[in-house]
């Protein structure tokens, strides 16, 4: 038989076996009765309620930025991002340069297609579709090749391994 908790003055509460957790605590603490809170259904204030909603959507959405399930993956990961950064920040200069000499020489090169703005359609990509065809039709008389030898070399091997039989 439990003995009444002196700080809640025999109401329901938490005792001392039990603590409440902070979501579900109680701000009555030794309060008596009042005759005009008595059979009004008085509802008392939950403490830290609205820090710990706070602290809970927070969570939800440190959850969002978890890679893998893991904060360990998710802090090397991080981590490796952040150093990603810091290189790309303290060579920007070259690597814009780079850029732009990678620009420049792409200008330079030969392209399979008409640069003269006044031919258009398919016309202008004659070059690139002649070459695709080329490539096209080596591919299909290779693998033509490849697969005869293949048909062959299995004859031969059938017809040997059959003659000890």
């Not at 009444?4 to 579900?24: K, W």
């Not at 090397?76 to 290189?87: R, T």
């Not at 030969?110 to 002649?130: A, C, N, Q």
């Not at 591919?139 to 033509?144: E, F, P, Q, R, S």
Request: charged letters at 20%; hydrophobic letters at 45%.
């Amino acid at each position: 038989m439990r003995t009444p908790d002196p700080l809640t003055m025999g109401h329901p509460g938490p005792t001392r076996d039990a603590p409440e957790s902070p979501q579900n605590g109680s701000s009555s603490i030794g309060r008596a009765s009042v005759s005009k809170t008595e059979c009004w259904g008085f509802e008392s204030l939950l403490p830290c309620q609205l820090i710990f909603d706070q602290r809970n959507k927070f969570m939800q959405f440190l959850e969002f930025f978890k890679i893998g399930g893991s904060w360990i993956t998710s802090g090397i990961g991080y981590a490796l991002l952040a150093v990603f950064a810091v290189v790309i920040v303290r060579n920007y200069a070259k690597i814009s340069r780079f850029a732009g000499e990678v620009k420049g020489e792409l200008r330079k090169a030969s392209w399979p297609w008409e640069s003269d703005p006044k031919i258009k359609g398919f016309r202008k990509y004659k070059e690139l579709t002649d070459s695709t065809v080329v490539v096209l039709v080596a591919v299909i008389l290779l693998a033509g090749f490849v697969q005869f030898w293949d048909f062959f070399h299995v004859l031969i091997v059938s017809f040997f391994t059959n003659l000890g039989r």
